[in-house]
């Protein structure tokens, strides 16, 4: 068996999207979990998404030739992020996944950067397995909502726009302990859909849709105000955000609103890691 690392290139993105869909179907259909990839369509733009933006890097796995595999790392902003991780299913448990880890780790590092954050399916004891033996933490479990709309338009939300990139990077920093402004700009860049919460004249609030998007708020209840805005405005798979059980009282609020619980994950890190202090919703990664 020869494994090599290579680049992701945009040329490969059609094989990556379908192994992507096909590696988490497998994982879900095996543990009756609703699916967060339901066909190759949604692969494709999460892959076609990480491949191309430049503050992203990403290699593919190849087994003899064959493209059975590939991970990322997202360094826009000075905590990264890993994923997506995939493999074939139908060549798993050959130490791919492991050297694709690796590879994250090793490039992490290479960039000099001191904090490195993922979310585990729980379900997966394996990759749990595998990311602690790397040197990843475990931080904290967060269940991944299903958000409800609200019985009413709520006035003081609004779509968010690339002004708003001041208001997220203060808001972001406060919740977060470091600014997302700049990956906050390529979901931008990249018409991902996201609102903004303004009471008397201030931002207070914003969130990003699909599980790569995240938010930041002054309280609580601004974040669920958000996200049942989300719901209202946008088809149910998009309308699921990653809410952390270390805060107290917002999963219970979050359960109190209507929101339903998927499933769990948990949230692990390498290096340094400083705790997020203030209301907010990570993204799949961070």
């Given at each position: 068996m020869a494994l090599e690392l290579v680049p992701a290139t945009e040329e490969e993105i059609p094989t990556l999207?379908?192994?992507?869909?096909?590696?988490?179907?497998?994982?879900?259909?095996?543990?009756?979990?609703d699916r967060d990839i339901p066909d190759a369509s949604v692969g494709e733009m999460i892959i076609g998404q990480v491949v191309k933006?430049?503050?992203?890097?990403?290699?593919?796995?190849?087994?003899?030739?064959?493209?059975?595999?590939?991970?990322?790392?997202?360094?826009?902003?000075?905590?990264?992020?890993v994923g997506p991780i995939t493999v074939d299913p139908t060549v798993q448990s050959r130490g791919i996944g492991r050297a694709l880890m690796q590879w994250?780790?090793?490039?992490?590092?290479?960039?000099?950067?001191?904090q490195t954050r993922l979310f585990q399916e729980t379900i997966n004891i394996t990759s749990l397995?595998?990311?602690?033996?790397?040197?990843?933490?475990?931080?904290?479990?967060?269940?991944?909502?299903?958000?409800?709309?609200?019985?009413?338009?709520?006035p003081t939300i609004r779509p968010l726009e690339s002004?708003?990139?001041?208001?997220?990077?203060?808001?972001s920093r406060s919740s977060y302990g470091f600014s997302r402004e700049k990956d906050a700009a390529q979901l931008i860049q990249w018409q991902v859909p996201g609102f903004v919460r303004v009471r008397d004249g201030r931002t207070v609030g914003y969130l990003f849709a699909t599980l790569f998007g995240h938010a930041g708020a002054e309280t609580d209840e601004d974040l669920l105000a958000l996200s049942s805005a989300l719901a209202g405005a946008l088809p149910p798979p998009?309308?699921?955000?990653?809410?952390?059980?270390?805060?107290p009282g917002i999963y219970r609020k979050a359960l109190a609103a209507g929101h339903r619980t998927c499933k769990?994950?948990?949230?692990?890190?390498?290096?340094?890691?400083?705790?997020?202090?203030?209301?907010?919703l990570p993204s799949i990664q961070c």
């Open positions: 999207s379908r192994i992507c869909h096909e590696a988490f179907s497998a994982l879900h259909d095996r543990c009756g979990i933006r430049p503050d992203y890097t990403g290699v593919m796995a190849l087994l003899d030739g064959k493209i059975v595999g590939s991970n990322f790392l997202c360094h826009a902003d000075e905590v990264a992020g994250a780790v090793d490039e992490a590092r290479r960039q000099g950067i001191r397995s595998l990311y602690t033996s790397l040197g990843f933490d475990w931080r904290d479990s967060a269940a991944l909502m299903q958000a409800t709309p609200a019985a009413e338009a709520d002004g708003d990139l001041p208001a997220i990077a203060a808001l998009l309308a699921k955000y990653i809410c952390p059980m270390g805060r769990v994950l948990s949230y692990m890190s390498l290096g340094e890691y400083v705790a997020p202090q203030g209301p907010h």
